[in-house]
């Protein structure tokens, strides 16, 4: 079983930038495809943007395409989500998720979250 920490939440301030990490506690060769998530308060889970292991390739949602960036280091079993040019309404818990079945898009496994705070 694949478990997932995150790390890197904060408060910041709008303009600035912030990285999470989500490190995997299993080899990440059993994972497809690994994702970002955020629930911002009294608003349903959205999809960020995810990463598909293999191949590095990366997809992202239309609010933080271009500031957002998804990379993940072999070696070291982890996701990131670099965030720049953060804004207010970029307030939420984070989630990161793994997707171990190519022709399933159910993300498996979750991490417990980590809470970005953006003030303006």
């Known amino acids: 079983q694949v478990q997932l920490v995150e790390s890197g939440g904060g408060l910041v301030q709008a303009g600035d930038s912030l990285r999470l990490s989500c490190a995997a506690s299993?080899?990440?060769?059993?994972?497809?495809?690994m994702g970002w998530f955020r629930q911002a308060p009294g608003k349903e889970r959205e999809f960020v943007g995810a990463i598909t292991w293999k191949s590095g390739s990366t997809i992202y949602a239309d609010p933080v395409k271009g500031r957002f960036t998804i990379s993940r280091d072999n070696a070291k079993n982890t996701v990131y989500l670099q965030m720049n040019n953060l804004k207010a309404e970029d307030t939420a818990v984070y989630y990161c998720?793994?997707?171990?079945?190519?022709?399933?898009?159910?993300?498996?496994?979750w991490g417990q979250g980590t809470q970005v705070t953006v003030s303006s």
């Open positions: 998720a793994a997707r171990t079945r190519p022709l399933i898009s159910t993300y498996d496994y």
């Open positions: 299993e080899r990440t060769f059993i994972t497809f495809r």
